[in-house]
């Protein structure tokens, strides 16, 4: 799931952060999801092992708005249309539900692949 990223670079610098942070934003509205009711982790693909791990651990509720959203969109999508402005998402409300829990499980099997590869000595008896 995880590819490499700039934005740690990025938000280290101020100066690049002040011209970067309004440009990610007219983005994120030109892209349009938000006109449909998706949030930002909506647009994951689920072809990933680690992503259905990652929806299989989502609370209840969370993953059935998720299912919701997404059903919505698709429908609209296939009406042609959007949905009314009051129904689109805030940017306040595009929060990562998503993404922690990839994240979590990202650095769950990393650890477990160190674990497995580790070699184990026994200490000679003198």
């Known amino acids: 799931m995880s ?3 700039c934005a740690n670079f990025m938000m ?5 952060r002040r011209w970067i942070i309004p440009l990610a934003e007219w983005y994120k509205n030109a892209a349009g999801y938000r006109q449909l009711g998706l949030k930002g982790d909506d647009l ?4 990933n092992d680690i992503v259905l791990l ?14 919701f959203r997404l059903r919505r969109a698709f429908q609209c999508s296939l009406a042609h249309q959007l949905l009314p ?3 689109h ?3 306040e409300e595009d929060d990562l ?6 994240k979590e499980i990202e650095a769950e099997l990393k ?9 184990i000595k026994k200490r000679r008896k003198w």
């Open 97 to 102: 539900y998503l993404t922690p829990v990839i």
């Open 44 to 47: 994951i693909p689920e072809e």
């Open 111 to 119: 650890e477990r692949e160190d674990l497995e590869a580790m070699v």
């Open 54 to 67: 990652a929806l299989k651990r989502l609370p209840p509720k969370e993953a059935y708005d998720r299912v």
């Open 85 to 87: 402005k009051d129904q």
């Open 12 to 16: 280290k610098r101020p100066w690049l």
């Open 89 to 91: 998402t805030k940017p």
């Open 3 to 5: 590819a490499p990223s």
